[in-house]
């Protein structure tokens, strides 16, 4: 080898030497399996920061929740054990307070009144508190309005009295149930379906593109439009790998989130149409409630009591409610 070419040679090794440790690998957390517009959404991530970043950042989305239950890898993204994931915001609540807002039942008119708060103030405030608590949201994703479902039609609240319903994990849907007389069951979404098929609860509630991609609706017979939660979703990273990355890096990973929560949007306004389609078809009965009334006024406990407790959420519950 001549001087010069081993001087490149040497050059040539520095240079990837610094490309392989500049470039991040990061692990993505998904609960959902293929079919659900979620795991395309992420899938489409993947490849969105791959290009944005000219593989400076490459994601491996792990679907179907195996890297661990839903509170569970909410805690790993905070360390920094996992670094990315969809996630629900309803399992944020009892890590970040003001991500609470969303799991108060029928805080939102509709999804796009939903959508307006998050991007407006109210949303920069909740938005704020999930980075500083770790878990910074880059872009929100769609996941409909959840409703009950069970072995009979719930019609109104008192149709929820002594039936055992499973909850996510969070205090504010166990006095959601309570307050209707039914008993909550927090449980892990990968064990809904058993719960449910051998009686263990007699309900759940949940989007359609849920109740159907991981078979709920296999083990019941009902899906009544009580609408009572509209929960955004997140792509959310551990806060301290996202500022680690040049401001660069951190434009493109962002860029592409957006980008792929709108495909998300795409997605989920065909995927829930025909989840519902797919769902009666299997013979589910699906109930209109002509009147949301009773259920609203069945919340006003569950309101009262939260924000007595928390009175400094009094402010934002407020800025939500008045987003046009
Ligand atoms: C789904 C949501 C999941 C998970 C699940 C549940 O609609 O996309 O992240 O929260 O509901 O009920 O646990």
Redesign the pocket.
Known sequence: MTFNKSIFAAATAVALMATSASAENWRAWN??NDGHP?TAAMDKFAELVDAATNGEVTVDVFHGGVLGS?PDALEQVRIGAIEIGN??L??IGPMVKEANLVSLPFVFKSVPHMFRVMEGEAGEVVAAAMGEAGVLPLAWFD?GARSFYSQKPIETPADVEGLKIRV?NNDLYTSMISAMGGNPSPMA?SEVQQALKTGVVDGAE??FP?FKNVGHFEVTTHYSLSEHLIIP?CICVNTAKFNALSPEMQEAVRGAAVEAALFQRELWAVGSEQARADVEAAGIVVNEIADKAPFQAAMDSVYADYLAANPDMQALVELAKATE
């Open positions: 609960i959902h979620n839903q996630f629900n309803g399992p996941a996510m979404f949940n989007n849920s979703e």
